[in-house]
C-alpha cells in the first residue's frame, strides 16, 4: 500500500527551480519528523532536510541557503523547495516520515521522483 506520494521532480536547467510535494497518508499517525533524501548514482542515500513536529529543521551543508524544508499544519504534505539548482542536485529524492509505534520508531519512504539538472 503507497502511504507517501510524492510529485513534482523533472529536468531543470541550472539556476532554476523546482518544488517537490509529498503526501502523506492519514493512516500515519504520531509523525515526529518529515525528511527528504536523495540519492544519485553510484553514491549512497543521503539526508538533504528534515523538519521536525515541533519545527526543528536541518539541512545538509551542500544545499544550504537554496533548498527549503516545510509543511502543513497538519503534517499531510511535506514539500522541498529548490532554487538555484546545480548538475550535482541530480538524484532521485525520496520523500521519508517517521512515526513512533509503541515504543519503536516507524520509517515509511515513498517511491522517490527524478531530478535532474543539466543544460
Known amino acids: 500500500q503507497v502511504q507517501l506520494v510524492e510529485s513534482g521532480g523533472g529536468w531543470v536547467q541550472p539556476g532554476g527551480s523546482l518544488r517537490l510535494s509529498c503526501a502523506v497518508s492519514a493512516r500515519i499517525f504520531n509523525i515526529i519528523a518529515m525528511a527528504w533524501y536523495r540519492q544519485a548514482p553510484e553514491k549512497p542515500r543521503e539526508l538533504v532536510a528534515s523538519i521536525t513536529s515541533d519545527d526543528k529543521i536541518t539541512y545538509v551543508d551542500s544545499i544550504k541557503g537554496r533548498f527549503t524544508i516545510s509543511r502543513d499544519n497538519a503534517m499531510n504534505t511535506v514539500y522541498l523547495q529548490m532554487n538555484s539548482l546545480k548538475p550535482e542536485d541530480t538524484a532521485v529524492y525520496f520523500c521519508?516520515?517517521?512515526?513512533?509505534?509503541?515504543?519503536?520508531?516507524?520509517?515509511?519512504w515513498g517511491q522517490g521522483t527524478q531530478v535532474t539538472v543539466s543544460s
Open positions: 521519508s516520515v517517521t512515526s513512533t509505534v509503541g515504543l519503536r520508531f516507524q520509517d515509511y
